[in-house]
């Protein structure tokens, strides 16, 4: 018999977003949350299963821990940020059933299982990899031994069981989209620059792209771009405009959607006749034949991570895009009325003063729609991460403040980290307290009062957040 499974994105700070489609685990400037989609995807091979999404419902440890008590497996999706505050809640939920088996699964516990695993057996199993098949084996009892891709206690030691590998097959993977209906609410998720309600779906998994920083390429999908067909991805879009017609857009949040630019072109044609608004992901590079007809599909806006202004800390990263690409493609977005939101990162190997100016001036030239700026977090599993252990650059302590919010772990001989997350600061003011970039948000607000409401909330979030960090520096100096 298949048991009852229950998977879990775990409660955490207020606002947290840190579930299985989140890159980065941090609370952000301002509200925002992406789905569980790695657990729903998982949901959906498993009958009788359950996902919880308690940061984005609202959930605290006691609902959790009182709802998990007749769950015979619990999966709990975790990460480097959080690993010790969900091993607590997986404590609780074992101290309040015993008899539950406790699965661990994401990238931190894909690289290093025994972190999770230790010797307090608080957790049974971890799930390495694309976890999908090897939880429904886990949830169908398969004896551990037979199970690929995880790793256990057994006696004192821990078992390492082969590596499953990758899914291939992707249209072979229910829709989990079906997953979102049954479990969640949908309007409890929110991204600052997409059209609000969203969804999130992915049309493959893994990047060819080689940035040393990237997460899941280096920890769990691969540099192998594996994808679903474009009919089996139409079928799906078909399923949303049917059961969430009041969903204003569909994102898709493969690594880069635009990888396979032939198959994006053939996506572009087929999405036509439905009518439906969606944006994506994209590196800086692509061509402008390629660009128009995804317009012509019914494209709204490009996921651009421009990362950095300075060519040398692109080099550094293994980007594979220069400055000068970056700009032809952004102008080629812009004279199609493709709108973007930039990405940029702060921190990276190479960083100074000088470049981080860089960066800024080049995050002001191509004038994206909206943007982000993050500060540069190395994973275990990462090229980056490898770099900054074997420099000395990586800086002991959390990754995150007590609210929750994004902290600097790396820390230069020449650029301390509290000097890094101040600059984040300054980056933000300078790219959006000019004249240009105010009028055009109070335009928008003065048109549609829903984005007025929604941008004098995000504006009071992102000052408290600003403040926030800069106690965290003062204390820190």
């Known amino acids: 018999m298949m048991k009852k499974t229950l998977l879990l994105n775990p409660p955490c700070f207020d606002q947290f977003d840190g579930g299985a489609g989140s890159r980065y685990q941090a609370r952000r400037e301002v509200r925002s949350f992406w789905y569980p989609t790695w657990l729903c995807y998982t949901a959906g091979l498993i ?54 088996v406790i699965c661990f699964v994401g990238p931190h516990v894909t690289i290093q299982p025994e972190d999770a695993l230790r010797e307090d057996r608080i957790v049974d199993i971890v799930a390495r990899g694309e976890f999908d098949i090897t939880v429904k084996e886990l949830a169908e009892g398969k004896a551990l031994q037979e199970v690929k891709g995880i790793s256990y206690l057994n006696g004192s030691g821990v078992v390492h069981n082969a590596d499953r590998g990758f899914t291939t097959d992707l249209d072979s993977l229910p829709f989990v989209t079906k997953i979102y209906e049954r479990d969640l609410n949908y309007k409890d998720y929110e991204i600052p620059y997409l059209r609000y309600p969203y969804l999130s779906i992915y049309s493959g998994r893994g990047c060819p792209s080689q940035c040393i920083y990237c997460l899941w390429p280096q920890t769990m999908m691969g540099h192998q771009y594996r994808v679903r067909s474009v009919d089996n991805v139409i079928r799906e879009l078909m399923y949303c405009k049917e059961r969430f017609p009041e ?18 072109q053939e996506f572009s044609r087929k999405v036509k006749d439905l009518g439906i608004t969606w944006s994506a992901t994209s590196r800086a590079n692509l061509d402008r034949e390629t660009l128009q007809q995804m317009k012509e599909g019914g ?21 594979g895009i220069t400055i000068d690409q970056a700009k032809r493609f952004t102008g080629e977005c812009k004279s199609l009325g493709i709108q973007i939101h930039g990405t940029f990162m702060l921190g990276l190997p190479g960083e100074n003063r000088s470049s981080m100016e860089d960066t800024i001036r080049f995050a002001i030239e191509m004038d994206p729609d909206t943007m982000q700026v993050s500060i540069a977090s190395p994973y275990p599993g990462t090229e980056f991460y490898d770099y900054c252990e ?19 772990n790396i820390e230069y001989p ?15 003011k300078k790219f959006y307290f000019r004249p240009r970039i105010i009028l055009r948000i109070v335009k928008k607000m003065l048109q549609d009062p829903v984005e007025r409401k929604r941008r004098l909330r995000e504006g009071r979030q992102f000052f408290k957040t600003m403040r926030s960090r800069r106690k965290y520096t003062k204390k820190s100096c």
């Not at 440890?61 to 007749?70: C, H």
């Not at 497996?73 to 959080?82: D, E, G, Q, R, W």
């Not at 020449?414 to 933000?428: G, H, N, R, S």
């Open 47 to 100: 009958p009788g299963s359950k996902v919880v999404d308690a940061p984005a419902q609202g959930l605290q440890i006691d609902e959790v821990v009182s709802l998990a008590g007749d769950y015979e497996l619990v999966v709990m999706y975790t990460n480097t940020p959080t690993l010790s505050i969900d091993r607590e809640t997986a404590k609780k939920i074992k101290a309040a059933n015993p008899e539950s």
């Open 247 to 264: 969903v204003k857009e569909i994102f898709f949040d493969d690594d880069t959607f635009t990888a396979n630019r032939k198959r994006v």
């Open 299 to 319: 494209l709204r806006l490009l996921v651009v991570g421009y990362e950095s202004g300075n060519d040398e800390i692109l080099k550094n990263v293994k980007k």
């Open 390 to 408: 074997k420099n000395g650059y990586l800086k002991t302590g959390t990754m995150l403040s007590s609210s929750g919010h994004q902290l600097c």
């Open 414 to 428: 020449d650029l301390p980290a509290e000097e890094i997350i101040l600059w984040t600061e300054k980056f933000y």
